[in-house]
DNA sequence: CAATTTACCTAACTAACGTTAGATTGAAAA
DNA sequence: TTTTCAATCTAACGTTAGTTAGGTAAATTG
């Protein structure tokens, strides 16, 4: 009578499975798509069988959600919890540099996941891609807020439409799970020079401009 | 006597039927992904059975390679037709806006086929995705040039990692094919304002800059 | 120890897949 | 008119998909 009624009891062993069920569906549903995902794939790459896969989860849409709801999810802790954790006075400029570096850290630390989401969104049944279409909606509103608020503080130009920004800096950011390779150089590089670019841009500044150095 | 041997003869109503098959596909593909595309779904938008599939391609994977193929060279000879169209004059930062541009209107304009290729490739089975690899590899290498030469030239920032850069800038330009709405401005207006953001950046010139108007 | 429950397996079902062989149609060629 | 052939259809083949029902070993509970 100490144990609340909440339905069957699941063990550590239970939940080890779970997590290498999904493990195994991220990774072949970044590989394959969702179609060409079959359970027979996800239960040998979990070490166990295909029906035994109905055990942890109701249907294989069950596990896609499950899947993209934490592929999601890693991201925008990722963000939010960087950018509450500056300090009070940090400058606009100073908070989007630092909500960059977030998303590229967790997008790229948490690859399957995270690329499973960003290359089969579009391609997922309806009802699943409207399961976290708020989360992913209030995700977008949150880069709108950063880059509109930090306009008005004349931190970034004026004469930028802070929506064609967002969706820009959103899609290099988000297709580097299509080429970032660990090997070649740390997360950080990357975010770093993004930042970079995206702040003063490629062009080379001006002759007259050049002759002054240090300003930083 | 007079019609040489070469072949079963085409007419104009298979070359139609092929067209429709490869629309169809282009946009399943697209929305569906590769597995989850079926001959019957194809065949249904093509306005025939599934079985007359078999008449104008040998396999799923033939057709796949051909909207593949399509979608890829649709984007490489805009981009490459723009720079040679160029006076030959035009400064290395003028071909990069040039190649931009073209590379955003032919994948905007060509969307089921582009998306297509972008969303699904590495997704595709491996002898699909080697087939175009080399066409892939030296449209990578055309970009590569472009920077290497604006950076050599001194008209792009010298301590610009060029490879990160055009993997970044491709980034963003692929990802238009997710969010881009004909509705709401034309190719054009964010082709400019990529260019724009590229070039010069986001943040707004520090004060003392501020002064003078009309650099350009 | 007996009873229960967890976590899995086995074996099967139906449906749908890519693919094929053999008719069938309609228009052009002879 | 007869022949021919491009273009399609029909009907099926073997395979594999997601899913399910019923069984089973091991651990937990009483």
Redesign the pocket.
């Given at each position: 009578m100490t144990m609340q009624a909440k339905g069957?009891?699941?063990?550590?062993?239970?939940e080890?499975?779970r997590a290498q069920i999904l493990d195994a569906a991220a990774r072949l549903l970044r590989d394959q798509g969702y179609g060409a995902?079959?359970?027979?794939?996800i239960?040998e790459r979990a070490?166990?069988?295909?029906?035994?896969?109905?055990?942890?989860f109701?249907?294989?849409?069950e596990i896609l959600d499950a899947v993209l709801a934490r592929g999601l999810h890693v991201v925008i802790e990722a963000v939010e919890g960087r950018l509450a954790a500056l300090p009070a006075g940090a400058g606009h400029l100073e908070r989007i540099a630092a909500a960059v570096a977030a998303h590229l850290e967790a997008l790229l630390a948490h690859g399957d996941y995270t690329s499973a989401g960003i290359r089969t969104f579009g391609q997922v049944p309806e009802a699943s891609r409207q399961k976290d279409e708020r989360l992913r909606e209030e995700y977008i509103a949150l880069w709108q807020h950063l880059l509109q608020q930090a306009q008005a503080a004349g931190e970034i130009r004026a004469d930028l439409d802070t929506s064609v920004l967002r969706a820009l800096l959103l899609g290099s950011l988000n297709w580097t799970v299509e080429w970032y390779d660990p090997a070649r150089q740390p997360v950080e590089t990357v975010a770093t020079q993004t930042v970079d670019i995206l702040f003063r841009g490629i062009a080379a500044p001006p002759m007259d401009a050049r002759a002054k150095p240090g300003a930083r």
């Open positions: 069957p009891t699941r063990g550590r062993k239970s080890a499975s995902m079959t359970l027979r794939q239960a070490d166990i069988k295909a029906g035994s896969v109905y055990y942890h109701a249907s294989k849409d």
